[in-house]
DNA sequence: TGCTAAATCTCGAAC
DNA sequence: GTTCGAGGTTTAGCA
């Protein structure tokens, strides 16, 4: 950390001087103290008085945080433009986003707090058990599905949408297969439905079976699978990032 | 606020005590310091060494936040739990979620500050203009979608789902009426349109129309329901919200 | 820029 | 406890 600012129980010309010189610099603020919050846009809330975490990011998104919750209470998203200033006795933040036109305002009566950094952090995010994942890892062994099946495209066009990955089966018969990385849902059996109804219009009598692949399923998505004469596999999400992270380890250790 | 605790360039072992301290109480612990943090549970990630704030809220959740976006770069949902301890030469918080199993390690190599605080707020939070107001506000001003409209049912079940809102027109035909908050998607056409097809079915040879409400709705959206022989109305649900807030007066004024 | 689909989605309500 | 659907969903990828 190159710079900070710590203000404990601040005037609250203080904490706008603080806080509108962050902005101009690109570091971080926290403020921690009681307020009220509107938001108008794409709907309108209220929060009356309480004492919360308000937290101003160097891209202008802004967070207001109870002391519970995972979810702020209110917000504003990246690019926001934010200004601080003192409005009769009090403290005013306001934060206006163009597209869509949305505006939020916090009203401070009081700020315990205020903390500003100017935080270093340079280091990569990777994650890891994506759908995509799960897609490569399937293309790759497709014996995680089923064995003697021949994966032939995947991201296949379709009028609905994409099928994940196109196949062939050891009989012949076409099998259209939807991953979800997630507990599938029935609306994940319906869509899969579709595609293979969409499929077997153009299959000229050929055989085209489906199947959804997820870690587990719902009872509803299982019967509507039943129902629809389509077929459940399970298959977890890690054990794909397993597989496509040693293969690809492989190919490194080989060149 | 009834008790807070500052504590700058503390020592591992003091930041330990403190936030252990305020876990135990259900304070709100701010943490700033160089970390990395590892992830493990419905996915994995990993990110390296870097300048970041951690939240620690009295409900188990817990965030680390960058310095830019929006969303925290790790996470832990409300209900884990948490635990501080020093190993080593580095400061370690691991939270534990039981269902799913997933887990969250933050190492700290340094801490510049630690903010722990008893923050007071009681206040409610409400929200207008959801797809709730929307169906409200239908129900009681049809004419908000097609002049001589006549609602009968809210939340009527199909095989597939609920249809929004279940009317009549003029001329006799059933209208199915699905309402968005949010521009429409192709998705939300196709939705409808299975709607229409299931109640079709079943109408005994009687019109079946179906609408699309929304603010506004996506070219594929439009074309789909060009395509299946359906409607679109622009619907704000802002105006919707004031609709509804204004009867709800009007009923509380006459009392 | 608009649109689509994934997400460690989260969250709440209904069953 | 499970399931289902809304959300100020957000976000990334791609046309």
Same mark, same amino acid.
């Given at each position: 950390m190159?710079?900070?600012k710590?203000?404990?129980n601040?005037?609250?010309?203080e904490?706008?001087h603080v806080?509108?010189?962050?902005?101009?610099?690109?570091?971080?603020?926290?403020?921690?103290?009681l307020?009220?919050?509107n938001?108008?846009?794409?709907?309108?809330?209220?929060?009356g +008085?309480g004492?919360?975490? #308000?937290?101003?990011?160097?891209? !202008? =998104? @802004? /967070?207001v945080h109870?002391t +519970?919750?995972?979810?702020p #209470?209110n917000?504003?998203?990246? !690019? =926001? @433009? /934010?200004q601080?200033?003192t409005r009769?006795r009090?403290?005013?933040?306001?934060?206006?986003?163009l597209?869509p036109?949305?505006?939020l305002?916090i009203e401070?009566?009081?700020?315990f707090s205020v903390?500003?950094?100017d935080l270093?952090?340079e280091a990569e995010?990777t994650?890891?058990?994506s759908e995509?994942d799960?897609?490569?890892?399937?293309m790759?062994?497709p014996?995680?599905v089923?064995?003697?099946?021949?994966?032939l495209?995947?991201?296949?066009e379709?009028?609905?949408g994409?099928?994940?990955v196109?196949a062939v089966?050891?009989?012949?018969n076409?099998?259209i297969?939807e991953?979800?990385?997630?507990?599938?849902?029935s609306?994940?059996?319906l869509q899969l439905?579709s595609y293979v109804?969409?499929?077997k219009k153009?299959?000229?009598g050929?055989?085209?079976?489906g199947i959804?692949?997820a870690?587990?399923?719902?009872?509803?998505?299982?019967?509507?699978?039943e129902k629809?004469?389509?077929?459940?596999?399970?298959?977890?999400?890690?054990?794909c990032a397993?597989l496509v992270?040693?293969?690809?380890?492989?190919?490194?250790d080989?060149?």
């Amino acid at each position: 950390m190159h710079k900070y600012k710590l203000l404990l129980n601040p005037s609250l010309d203080e904490t706008v001087h603080v806080v509108n010189e962050a902005l101009k610099k690109g570091f971080l603020s926290l403020l921690v103290g009681l307020c009220r919050v509107n938001y108008k846009g794409r709907a309108s809330s209220v929060l009356g +008085w309480g004492e919360r975490l #308000v937290i101003i990011k160097r891209d !202008g =998104s @802004v /967070l207001v945080h109870r002391t +519970w919750d995972f979810q702020p #209470v209110n917000w504003q998203p990246p !690019g =926001s @433009v /934010l200004q601080a200033s003192t409005r009769g006795r009090n403290l005013t933040i306001r934060s206006v986003r163009l597209k869509p036109r949305e505006s939020l305002e916090i009203e401070f009566e009081k700020v315990f707090s205020v903390l500003v950094m100017d935080l270093v952090d340079e280091a990569e995010f990777t994650m890891y058990a994506s759908e995509k994942d799960m897609q490569k890892a399937v293309m790759a062994n497709p014996e995680l599905v089923e064995e003697g099946l021949r994966p032939l495209v995947k991201e296949k066009e379709v009028e609905h949408g994409f099928i994940d990955v196109y196949a062939v089966d050891r009989e012949g018969n076409i099998v259209i297969i939807e991953l979800k990385r997630r507990i599938a849902t029935s609306d994940d059996a319906l869509q899969l439905s579709s595609y293979v109804e969409e499929v077997k219009k153009r299959s000229g009598g050929r055989g085209v079976r489906g199947i959804l692949v997820a870690p587990s399923a719902s009872k509803k998505a299982l019967f509507l699978l039943e129902k629809h004469g389509l077929e459940f596999r399970t298959l977890n999400p890690q054990k794909c990032a397993e597989l496509v992270e040693s293969s690809s380890k492989r190919i490194t250790d080989f060149f």
